[in-house]
């Protein structure tokens, strides 16, 4: 699933679960999707504040600096993932931000058929070229990493995001 399923939720401000049901063509206990709900009221923002969105997500094991691809829904072929020049942002590492309660808040722009490669950022970023998405397939550590993940609008929506998201995970927002 691409990640333009997130960014249409922009201007909803919305965190619900994930996890469904496998139905059809989706690989049993994967996340079909990333679902927008209501559980908090929306900030005032308009189309022109559409902005990056917010993900926050739970992982089976600690995948925090390992390199994160986007896999087709049967999780055969690696369909997404960075050019080794991109894995360093500003020079520093797109690591995802440790939130309460074991969860992480994404810096790279993951989805739900999201998987880890054993390579980390530090070993990626000094390779000698991209790898194929074929060689990257031989690399993935974990095709269904997820235990949850979460659309919460975008970045714009909110003026302490870190707090705001702790604050949520405390109150139970995204308790079932």
Do not use: W
């Amino acid at each position: 699933m691409a990640l333009c399923c997130v960014a249409a939720g922009c201007g909803i401000s919305s965190c619900s679960s994930s996890r469904e049901p496998a139905s059809g063509g989706q690989a049993a206990g994967r996340p079909s999707a990333i679902k927008s709900g209501s559980a908090v009221p929306a900030r005032k923002v308009s189309p022109a504040q559409a902005g990056p969105p917010v993900v926050i997500y739970k992982t089976t094991r600690d995948y925090s600096r390992n390199v994160p691809v986007g896999l087709s829904e049967d999780g055969t072929r690696v369909v997404s993932y960075p050019a080794v020049s991109d894995v360093k942002v500003g020079g520093r590492y797109p690591y995802p931000t440790p939130l309460e309660e074991g969860y992480l808040l994404d810096n790279r722009g993951i989805g739900p058929d999201v998987a880890f490669l054993s390579y980390t950022y530090e070993e990626y970023a000094a390779l000698p070229a991209t790898p194929s998405s074929a060689e990257l397939l031989e690399k993935v550590i974990d095709k269904r990493p997820l235990v949850e993940i979460h659309a919460c609008g975008n970045r714009y929506q909110y003026k302490d995001l870190v707090k705001e998201l702790n604050e949520r995970i405390r109150a139970g927002a995204f308790k079932k």
